[in-house]
């Protein structure tokens, strides 16, 4: 089985995440690069979608795309990854490194709601949606507290308990889709 790790991070957390699965996995990562990288532009949903991957998404088994959530969306570097790719994209799966908590996943700002949207755009090609909210790393009474999980970012110090837990059982979950 051939694995690739596609990501798009803004601030860290999802390229610590997805150099830490392609590690794991001892598969080949790519960075997805925006034509234009202004984020501010994203938030009001301009984009000039994404450069040509230098690996050929075809070659691959499996896709795992890795990248934030903003305002609840699926964010545009990512929507423009499988719109170009989707016909070479062969299964995906879908992690995130976002703010919101799992008690919280199905309201207006929640990762639930864009599993929903990635599933419903790729169908049975998506295989796996996971989510490692940053409040795993935080401290018990800053879990809510947007201020801190907004300047928290995922790092070798604070990948531990919790999130480390969560994140060697997706290690297995994936190596089991192999088979
Ligand atoms: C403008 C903005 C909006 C955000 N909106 C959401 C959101 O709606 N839901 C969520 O779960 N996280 C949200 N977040 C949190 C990010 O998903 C989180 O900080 C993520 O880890 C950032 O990833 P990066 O470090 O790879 O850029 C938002 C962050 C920013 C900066």
Not at 2 to 16: A, E, F, L, P, Q
Not at 26 to 35: G, N
Not at 51 to 63: A, F, Q, T
Not at 164 to 179: A, C, G, K, M
Request: hydrophobic fraction near 40%.
């Amino acid at each position: 089985m051939k694995t690739i790790v596609v990501y798009y991070s803004n601030k860290g957390s999802n390229k610590y995440l997805a150099e830490r699965i392609s590690k794991s996995l001892s598969c080949e990562i790519e960075e997805i690069k925006p034509r234009l990288n202004i984020f501010l532009l994203f938030l009001m949903n301009i984009h000039l979608g994404i450069k040509p991957l230098k690996n050929n998404i075809k070659e691959y088994d499996k896709v795992i795309l890795c990248g934030p959530i903003w305002m609840g969306k699926f964010i545009p570097p990512l929507r423009s990854f499988i719109k170009k790719y989707f016909f070479k994209i062969n299964k995906l799966i879908f992690v995130t490194c976002c703010g919101s908590t799992n008690a919280k996943k199905d309201e207006k700002f929640g990762h639930g709601l864009v599993f929903k949207e990635v599933e419903n755009i790729l169908k049975d090609k998506c295989i796996l949606c996971q989510a490692f909210p940053v409040s795993l790393v935080l401290p018990d009474d800053k879990k809510e507290d947007t201020n801190a999980f907004m300047k928290t970012h995922l790092n070798d110090e604070n990948f531990k308990g919790e999130i480390q837990v969560l994140y060697e059982n997706f290690i297995r979950n994936v190596i089991e889709t192999n088979s």
